[in-house]
Nanobody, 127 residues
């Protein structure tokens, strides 16, 4: 089992920055991929960014490209999402996810590709 706990959410004005953290515990040695997802009110949960723990290869959704950066600190067992140039459209609950298996490319930023989930942290961006 893997436990994920997000933190770092909050309220910020448009153009500001936030850094989300996801502390992992349990069978962390089995984790192969991690990702950040988000869900806005009335919308489906969508993938934002992913990272392979072996080698650090990353993948970003178009909305996150050039603004967000996913990274990990293996010594601290923590995943990060640095979010810059935030926009009101980024307002959502952000979730950390992890999985130990191999999936097809199309599932790397899909909910189907992740078994373990955190409880989420709210990010609110005001104009």
């Amino acid at each position: 089992q893997v436990r994920l706990v997000e933190s770092g959410g909050g309220s910020v004005q448009a153009g500001g920055s936030l850094r989300l953290s996801c502390a992992t515990s349990g069978s962390t040695g089995s984790i192969y991929r991690m990702a950040w997802f988000r869900q806005s009110a009335g919308k489906k949960r969508e993938g934002v960014a992913s990272i392979y723990t072996n080698g650090g290869r990353t993948l970003y959704a178009g909305s996150a490209m050039n603004r967000f950066a996913i990274s990990e600190d293996n010594d601290k067992n923590t995943l990060y999402l640095q979010m810059n140039s935030l926009e009101p459209e980024d307002t959502a609950v952000y979730y950390c996810a992890a999985d130990s298996g191999v999936v097809s490319y199309v599932d790397v930023l899909s909910e189907n590709g992740y078994r373990y989930w955190g409880q989420g942290t709210q990010v609110t961006v005001s104009s």
